[in-house]
C-alpha cells in the first residue's frame, strides 16, 4: 500500500514543524515547505519528508512546490494551510500596505495553494484541505482586528468551500488554536507606535492588558498549553471524519462555549469588559 503525502506550509517553526513530525512519525510523505529551506537542517534527515521552498504570496513558488512532491511522492492526498502571521496594534495604526500584505499570506495564501490542487483532488477522486485558523477567526478580538478580519475570511471561505466540494470527496476543516507556546508572536507585525499621542497611550495601555490576559490564557485549565495539541488535531482532521470547525486549546473551548451559550449581544458586551483596560 502507498503511504499518503500531506503538503504542509510554514514549516520551519510552531503548529507547521510540529506537524511535520507528527504525521512523519506515522509513515506519511511529508511535503514540507517553507519561504527559507536553506536554513532547515533538522527535518531534511527524514527520509520520507521533501523539505521545499514554498511563499504562498507566490504563484510561481507554489507551482514549483507541489510539481516537487508529485515528482518525489507521485501524489498528494491533504493540504494543510498553516503558514500565516498575526499583527498587534490599533485598526488606526496600520497601514494599508501592512493589511494588504496581511489578507495576501493569511488568506489569498490558502486560496491560491487550494485552487492549485483542487484539480488533482478531483482527479485522483478526492483529498483533504485544513486550514489552520484562531481564535481570532471565531471572536473578533480588539489589538488585532485586522488579523481577526483575515481570519474570519478564512473560516468563512471554508465553510462555503467544505460545502461545495463534497462531491467531489474533498474535505474540509478549519483548526483554530487559542493561545499557544510557540514562537509565532517573533512574526507578528507590531505598529502600535504609529498615531497621534492619544492612539498610542491606548496602544500601549491595550498592549501591557491584552499581554497579561494571553499569558493567562497559555494556562487556563491549570497547565501550559501543549502545542503538540494542534499537531495531533491536524493529524485526525486529515484521517478521521471531523466536523467543518474545530477549536483546540482549553482557552479556546472555554470562549466558543460562551460564543454560543449567550446571545451575541451580551457576549460581546462580556467580552468588551475582559479585553479592554480598566
Not at 498553516?82 to 486560496?111: C, R, S
Request: net charge negative.
Amino acid at each position: 500500500m502507498t503511504n499518503k503525502t500531506v503538503l504542509i506550509t510554514g514549516c520551519s517553526s510552531g503548529f507547521g514543524r510540529l506537524a511535520v513530525r507528527t504525521f512523519q512519525q506515522v509513515g506519511w510523505n511529508v511535503i514540507a515547505t517553507m519561504r527559507s529551506p536553506e536554513k532547515e537542517s533538522e527535518l531534511t534527515k527524514f527520509e520520507n519528508v521533501l523539505v521545499t521552498a514554498l511563499d504562498v504570496t507566490k504563484p510561481d513558488s507554489i507551482a514549483q512546490a507541489i510539481d516537487q512532491g508529485f515528482v518525489r511522492f507521485g501524489a498528494i492526498d491533504v493540504l494543510v494551510n498553516n503558514a500565516g502571521y498575526g499583527g498587534h496594534a490599533l485598526f488606526e495604526q496600520f497601514e494599508e500596505a501592512q493589511i494588504d500584505a496581511m489578507f495576501n499570506t493569511n488568506v489569498y495564501g490558502p486560496m491560491r495553494l487550494t485552487k492549485a490542487l483542487l484539480p488533482h483532488f478531483r482527479q485522483q477522486g478526492g483529498g483533504r484541505i485544513i486550514n489552520v485558523t484562531s481564535m481570532a477567526g471565531e471572536i473578533g478580538l480588539p489589538f488585532a482586528t485586522t488579523y481577526s478580519a483575515s481570519k474570519f475570511a478564512v473560516q468563512g471561505w471554508s465553510e462555503g468551500l467544505a460545502i461545495e466540494l463534497a462531491p467531489f470527496n474533498i474535505k474540509v476543516n478549519t483548526i483554530a488554536p487559542g493561545a499557544f507556546g510557540t514562537n509565532f508572536n517573533a512574526a507578528t507585525d507590531n505598529a502600535f507606535s504609529a498615531g497621534d499621542q492619544q492612539v498610542q497611550d491606548q496602544a500601549q495601555a491595550m498592549a501591557a492588558h491584552i499581554g497579561g490576559l494571553a499569558e493567562q490564557m497559555l494556562r487556563y485549565g491549570g497547565e501550559d498549553a501543549d502545542p503538540q495539541q494542534v499537531a495531533d488535531l491536524i493529524y485526525r482532521c486529515a484521517t478521521e471524519d471531523m466536523p467543518i470547525h474545530n477549536a483546540v486549546g482549553a482557552d479556546a473551548q472555554m470562549l466558543l462555549e460562551m460564543k454560543l451559550g449567550q446571545p451575541r449581544d451580551e457576549f460581546l458586551q462580556n467580552m468588551q469588559q475582559m479585553l479592554l483596560p480598566q
